[in-house]
């Protein structure tokens, strides 16, 4: 088996940071069902500003609110208004690969 990217959640900009959570990042439930990225699935988040790339959990926020945020130590790697892309990836075998076609997704901002 081999690893390759699964889902690619792009053009999107946290929306809030909260310090006082266990851990994660809070996606709208749109962005999720448009990657195909599920609740406490594992991502890869980076952040375009400052480089930074972390791995936490996604959790299902509001659909329709455009929420983008970071939660619990995760909150001290980007702050509002950052540009960030979130990503999946997948094991495959031999025989998969050939048909795998990752989700890229882009949202323009609102």
Do not use: Q
Not at 6 to 28: F, P, V
Not at 56 to 67: D, F, H, L, P
Not at 74 to 79: E, I, N, T, V, Y
């Amino acid at each position: 088996m081999r690893r390759f990217l699964n889902a690619k959640l792009r053009d999107i900009t946290i929306t809030g940071t909260y310090i006082e959570y266990e851990g994660s990042i809070t996606l709208d439930e749109e962005y999720l069902e448009r990657t195909g990225i599920l609740p406490f699935e594992e991502v890869h988040v980076l952040n375009v500003e400052s480089g930074t790339r972390f791995i936490t959990y996604a959790i299902k926020g509001k659909r329709g609110s455009g929420a983008v945020e970071l939660n619990g130590p995760a909150a001290h790697l980007g702050k509002p208004g950052d540009r960030i892309m979130v990503l999946t990836y997948a094991y495959l075998t031999e025989e998969e690969i050939p048909r795998h076609r990752p989700r890229i997704v882009s949202i323009s901002p609102k």
